[in-house]
């Protein structure tokens, strides 16, 4: 852990058998959507949101440009047009929610915070696709100086510094199905690529 409990690493979580740092919304819709409807899995806290393909693309690269603008405006220096999504640290959500469908085809990777680099990172809390529709799916919930915003590495830190990271009493009272976790995105892949190649070559 770094200074203010602050986790020194993210986790890539991806389904067996499928590429690891995979972005779908960089890919043409076809292919997007066939990849979905493969990794739609019932019952599973991670895979049943690939339920309606066309609707989360659709809403997902609309989510993907607010971040990116709002990466650069704080002074983000985005590589990529679409980030990799990764988690900071293992949240205490993944162990209380973790139903047999997940855990049966779902594999992670852990990244060192320290390989990416800090103006290639931005931030949300909670997982980006849920912290903008907080507003409107759980407004009694919504707390305008954290919901739909993205963070740099250096205002993450300074809420965790003050906060503690969720699960420790400050997190949205969401349902439980809904992320209770800080998503990190990395707008940067190379420095991902070695972890890549090593899990892919494991799962060979």
């Given at each position: 852990m770094?200074?203010?409990?602050?986790?020194?690493?993210?986790?890539?979580?991806?389904?067996?058998?499928?590429?690891?740092?995979?972005?779908?919304?960089?890919?043409?819709?076809?292919?997007?959507?066939?990849?979905?409807?493969?990794?739609?899995?019932?019952?599973?806290?991670?895979?049943?949101?690939?339920?309606?393909?066309?609707?989360?693309?659709?809403?997902?690269?609309?989510?993907?440009r607010?971040?990116?603008?709002?990466?650069?405006?704080?002074?983000?220096?985005?590589?990529?047009?679409?980030?990799?999504?990764?988690?900071?640290?293992?949240?205490?959500?993944?162990?209380?929610?973790?139903?047999?469908?997940?855990?049966?085809?779902?594999?992670?990777?852990?990244?060192?915070?320290?390989?990416?680099?800090?103006?290639?990172?931005?931030?949300?809390?909670?997982?980006?696709?849920?912290?903008?529709?907080?507003?409107?799916?759980?407004?009694?919930?919504?707390d305008?100086?954290?919901?739909?915003?993205?963070?740099?590495?250096?205002?993450?830190?300074?809420?965790?510094?003050?906060?503690?990271?969720?699960?420790?009493?400050?997190?949205?009272?969401?349902?439980?199905?809904?992320?209770?976790?800080?998503?990190?995105?990395?707008?940067?892949?190379?420095?991902?690529?070695?972890?890549?190649?090593?899990?892919e070559?494991?799962?060979?």
């Amino acid at each position: 852990m770094t200074g203010g409990g602050m986790p020194d690493f993210l986790i890539h979580v991806h389904r067996k058998g499928e590429p690891p740092f995979r972005t779908l919304s960089a890919l043409p819709d076809e292919q997007a959507i066939s990849i979905m409807e493969r990794l739609f899995v019932k019952g599973s806290v991670f895979w049943e949101r690939f339920g309606d393909p066309h609707g989360y693309l659709r809403r997902r690269r609309e989510v993907e440009r607010n971040l990116r603008e709002g990466f650069i405006s704080q002074g983000g220096r985005p590589v990529d047009d679409h980030p990799v999504y990764l988690i900071l640290g293992r949240p205490k959500w993944m162990d209380q929610v973790a139903d047999e469908a997940t855990l049966s085809t779902t594999e992670m990777v852990e990244i060192p915070l320290s390989v990416i680099p800090p103006d290639a990172v931005s931030f949300t809390y909670p997982d980006s696709m849920a912290s903008a529709m907080i507003a409107e799916r759980y407004p009694q919930q919504y707390d305008a100086k954290i919901h739909g915003r993205v963070f740099t590495l250096a205002g993450m830190r300074r809420i965790v510094r003050r906060k503690g990271m969720p699960g420790e009493g400050w997190e949205a009272v969401l349902p439980p199905h809904e992320p209770h976790y800080i998503e990190a995105q990395v707008w940067d892949r190379r420095p991902l690529e070695s972890f890549r190649r090593a899990a892919e070559t494991s799962a060979t």
